[in-house]
């Protein structure tokens, strides 16, 4: 079975330009969560969703929104990006049936904003 | 508030043992990982405890938990220099449903040769 898998791998923005970041999780699976990593710092919560609908929401700007498809797949969206928002974003996947309470990260996707 | 605390590097030589300390403050977690990040990779999950075990077991790597204190190890034994990474200790309050995992700020493992 594939693991979590996200896309782009890395990838370049302008500040003010808007990205989408999307992910597909582990087969089975129905949560969808993403972080944000800044250079030399743990992961930070961005947000999680569960069958479809939004379970938590950490501290971020309202630029930052996010969504699941029928599929369990989630996008994560970011609006106006400011030089700040260069990092690491992560997507988890977890909530499968014999999973438990693992929680599964993909590789991620860079984003550098210039 | 929720925090967790990790010391920022451990240098050990190949072949030692290697214990990686964190400590959390939110005494309702139900659930402490530990991820493992290599350099401009994502994480990998090497292993959990559940807040009602004290000692989790699995091959070289030994998880202990002293719920009283909020203190969390992973132990790494015969340390080998793939296992050169950042480690992160994270928690989890399953109770609020939100699968939020909150993270330490990692710490960096040398292993010498």
């Known amino acids: 079975d594939a693991g979590v898998t996200q896309s782009p791998t890395h990838l370049i923005k302008t500040r003010g330009q808007h990205v989408t970041l999307r992910c597909s999780p582990i087969?089975?699976?129905?949560?969808v969560s993403w972080y944000q990593q800044v250079l030399g710092q743990g992961p930070q919560f961005i947000f999680q969703?569960?069958?479809?609908?939004?379970?938590g929401r950490g501290n971020f700007p309202d630029r930052f929104s996010a969504r699941q498809f029928p599929n369990y797949s989630s996008e994560l969206n970011v609006n106006a990006l400011l030089l700040g928002d260069s990092a690491l974003y992560l997507c988890a996947s977890s909530g499968g049936t014999s999973s438990g309470n693992t929680i599964y990260f993909g590789e991620g996707s860079w984003l550098t904003v210039v | 508030g929720e925090d967790v605390e990790q010391s920022l590097f451990l240098s050990v030589r190949e072949g030692d043992s290697s214990v990686i300390n964190c400590t959390y403050t939110d005494s309702s977690s139900t659930y402490l990982y530990w991820y493992k990040q290599e350099p401009g990779a994502g994480l990998q999950l090497l292993t959990y405890?559940?807040?009602?075990?004290d000692m989790k077991q699995d091959q070289r790597l030994t998880v202990l938990l002293n719920k009283k204190d909020k203190h969390l190890s992973l132990r790494i034994a015969d340390t080998q220099t793939g296992d050169s990474a950042i480690y992160f200790c994270a928690e989890s309050n399953r109770g609020s449903n939100t699968g939020k995992l909150i993270f330490g700020q990692g710490t960096t493992l040398q292993v010498k040769p």
């Open positions: 969703y569960y069958e479809k609908e939004e379970r």
């Open positions: 087969s089975g699976h129905k949560s």
């Open positions: 405890i559940f807040s009602n075990m």
